[in-house]
């Protein structure tokens, strides 16, 4: 059964990567025994199953994740978020309101207006509807400040890192609070505005070089470059 | 697009692996054709096709005016596309759509680049006066397959047409009295195939149009040279199939032609 | 206008230009290169000089336009008012209406838009210039521009016209080509299912002609292919290296 392409090989939209009893990943399709990418990409293997990291794709919203969306309306019922994916997502009043009685689209904005940003997690989603939302547990709500910045949501993972540890090596080296929404918007909020543009500038190092190896070390690297530069300019 | 009930798609593709359809037709019959000419006094060339229940009428114009500027020797061609509202619950009223346009341009290349009709023949002052030949496509009811019908009805228009005899004296245009024969002097016909379930069947009607994953038209003219081809609809085809659809094309062109072209 | 009675090939079998009758017009692609679409691509064959951009999937306006089940392509293919001889207008042609007709069925195949039900992928191809075989350069470079925008496909489709100029098979016309030639096929294909998904002819040719044309195009097709992977993977190839010093 024979594969064509190594482990993390660079593969493009139609490009045959295995042949034989394999299981379509992520991003791959099968037809006649053979399996193609869909996507460009990097190559994985897990025993049977051939899947391609994508280097580029829009968000799919997935019940449980949690996302940062931007109040684009405020209707009768709720509000309705650009989530930055291919469809709208709703968050009803009923969600953040306990009683049930008719709110006045006033007080509906007086929650959330147009232009907001806000955690929310996905509660329910599928083919013939679009996306619902929920703010109720702890931790979701309006975002009252940081940075926002949007990254291609596959690279959500590379971010994290394993077990944590690339994300832990930006909050340490930075102090920022950072918040990685599924969808590919990143929440970043510091000490200072020093601080939070480290972690941006640490973020886009990941997101353009995500497809290489031994990134951990040099974003370490770089953000303890930076950060003596930083301490040299406020001695001078 | 008119629902097509989900059964009944379900036979005509089953059918169709078996190299059967739905009307009992082989895969290569067209359906009856009936092709009658003259039935608009008021044009100079008209005609009306029935291919089944499609029915296309066409009628042909013909006015002087100006040739393009980098053809000053040549007449100007020109193909229309009705789809009219009645013709179907689908057509609505408004300028034409892609459907209309394709169809036009369709037709439009037949009779083009088969050179059908001599457009040198129709320059009266090279550069200033030439005449213009108006092939208007009426879609009167689309029962499917309008492709072939119109290239039929707009073929025999042609045929029909009687033109006044035009002379440039002094510098203006004088008609004399009399008619005319416009030069007709190739016999384009166009050949439509419909691929349902990997086969292909000749002439769809509506209802195996609407199950078809992709059409393939081949204009074929007089001499059984290909002359225009128009793969449409958003499935795909073979080079097999292609080259097979070409060699059927070729023999169903002579049969189609001998109903408009007599003699 | 003076009459030039300038062969378009010579006794030695090589064109205008220079090309052998198999031979492609130099080809240049760039992908990823607008930054507000959320796909792009630019081609440069030859004189030609095309533009494709996708945004999308995304939610279909007017709503009565989505499809229950699937997203739906739209396609606009329009040339600039200064891309040809005489100014065009840039109001859209019947011509470029049928050619936004084709070319979205073209490149439908291979996307898998039933993934995206209620959705619309928006695809803009812009000819800023043009010298011949526009609609096939465009396919090329707009399912560049679909790849560039993250959006699952089978395969890439590419496309190449072949035609008879002068009495021979030739492949990739140029405009001048075309317009004195005699016959012009313009094809697309998707090379894993060996299928092909636009075909177009005009003029005229024996069925023998048709096929050494068809199989000339897909010679082309293939050349295409190999090029439109370098282009999707240049961008990240050039960083592995910058990476690596």
């Known amino acids: ?236 | 697009m008119s629902m097509i009930i989900r059964v009944k798609q379900k036979q005509i593709a089953q059918l169709m692996a078996k190299g059967k359809r739905l009307d009992g037709r082989e895969l290569n019959d067209y359906r009856e054709i009936k092709v009658e000419m003259g039935v608009i006094e008021k044009a100079e060339g008209s005609a009306r096709v029935l291919l089944g229940k499609t029915e296309v009428l066409v009628g042909v114009k013909i006015e002087v005016g100006k040739p393009f500027s980098d053809t000053p020797n040549e007449g100007v061609l020109t193909v229309n596309a009705e789809l009219v509202p009645l013709a179907s619950p689908t057509f609505e009223p408004g300028p034409p759509n892609e459907n209309a346009i394709e169809l036009a341009r369709v037709v439009d290349r037949g009779i083009r680049e088969s050179k059908a009709i001599n457009l040198e023949k129709l320059c009266l002052e090279p550069g200033k006066k030439v005449l213009v030949v108006f092939i208007d496509v009426y879609v009167l009811n689309h029962d499917g397959n309008l492709i072939d019908a119109s290239a039929v009805a707009a073929l025999a228009a042609l045929l029909n047409t009687k033109m006044f005899k035009y002379d440039v004296e002094e510098g203006e245009i004088k008609v004399k009295p009399g008619y005319t024969p416009l030069p007709v002097q190739s016999y384009p016909i166009a050949v439509t195939f419909a691929k349902i379930n990997d086969k292909l069947a000749i002439d769809p009607w509506l209802e195996e149009e609407q199950v078809m994953d992709s059409r393939l038209t081949i204009t074929i003219e007089k001499d059984g040279k290909i002359c225009a081809i128009q793969k449409g609809g958003t499935g795909y085809f073979t080079t097999g199939q292609i080259l097979e659809a070409a060699k059927i094309a070729k023999e169903k062109a002579s049969e189609i032609r001998k109903l408009v072209v007599k003699g | 206008m003076p009459k030039i009675e300038e062969k378009l090939i010579d006794k030695d079998g090589i064109r205008i230009g220079g090309r052998k009758f198999n031979e492609l017009r130099p080809t240049k692609i760039q992908v990823g290169v607008l930054n507000n679409a959320n796909g792009s691509a630019y081609i440069e064959q030859g004189k030609n000089k095309i533009l494709a951009a996708v945004y999308g999937p995304h939610e279909v306006h007017p709503k009565h336009l989505a499809l229950p089940d699937r997203s739906r392509l739209r396609c606009r293919y329009h040339m600039a008012p200064f891309s040809v001889d005489e100014r065009k207008s840039p109001a859209p042609s019947r011509r470029e209406v049928e050619l936004s007709k084709v070319i979205r069925e073209s490149l439908e195949p291979s996307i898998f838009l039933e993934y995206y039900p209620r959705t619309s992928i928006d695809l803009f191809i812009e000819v800023l210039q043009a010298n011949g075989g526009t609609r096939c350069a465009g396919i090329t470079v707009a399912a560049l521009a679909l790849a560039d925008a993250g959006i699952p496909m089978r395969d890439l489709t590419v496309a190449c016209a072949a035609g008879k100029v002068e009495g021979q098979l030739v492949l990739d016309l140029n405009d001048t080509e075309d317009k004195k030639g005699e016959a012009d096929v313009p094809l697309a294909y998707m090379p894993n299912l060996n299928a092909i998904t636009l075909l177009q002819m005009d003029g005229q040719l024996t069925l023998e002609e048709f096929e050494k044309a068809i199989n000339l195009s897909l010679e082309g097709c293939k050349q295409l292919y190999n090029m439109q992977k370098e282009a999707l993977k240049a961008k990240y190839v050039v960083l592995k290296e910058e990476v690596k010093e």
Not at chain 1, 210 to 220: E, K, N, P, W
């Open chain 1, 1 to 236: 059964m024979p594969t064509f392409y190594e482990r993390r090989q660079l593969v493009t939209p139609g490009d045959l990567v295995a042949e034989g009893n394999y299981i379509a990943g992520e991003n791959t399709f099968k037809e006649n025994e053979k399996l193609y990418a869909t996507r460009v990409g990097l190559v994985e293997y897990e025993e049977r199953r051939v899947s391609v990291v994508a280097l580029k794709a829009f968000y799919i919203p997935t019940i449980g994740d949690t996302i940062i969306g931007k109040v684009t309306d405020v209707t009768m019922g709720g509000w309705i978020l650009d989530i930055n994916a291919p469809y709208l997502a709703l968050l009803r009043a009923s969600d953040v309101m306990e009683r049930s009685y008719r709110p006045q689209r006033d007080e509906l904005s007086s929650i959330f207006d147009v232009g907001d940003l806000v955690i929310a997690k996905i509660v329910s989603y599928d083919r013939t509807r679009d996306p619902l939302l929920t703010v109720r547990e702890p931790g979701l709500g309006k975002i009252t400040r940081g940075q926002i910045l949007e990254i291609t949501p596959t690279k959500i993972p590379r971010i994290i890192g394993r077990k944590g540890s690339m994300i832990g090596v930006i909050k340490r080296e930075t102090g920022c609070h950072i918040l990685l929404g599924q969808n590919g918007l990143v929440l970043i909020s510091g000490k200072n505005l020093e601080d939070e543009q480290l972690a941006v500038m640490a973020i886009r190092k990941i997101e353009n070089e995500s497809h290489t190896s031994g990134l951990t070390d040099r974003v370490t690297d770089m953000l303890k470059k930076e950060k003596e530069k930083e301490g040299e300019t406020k001695n001078a």
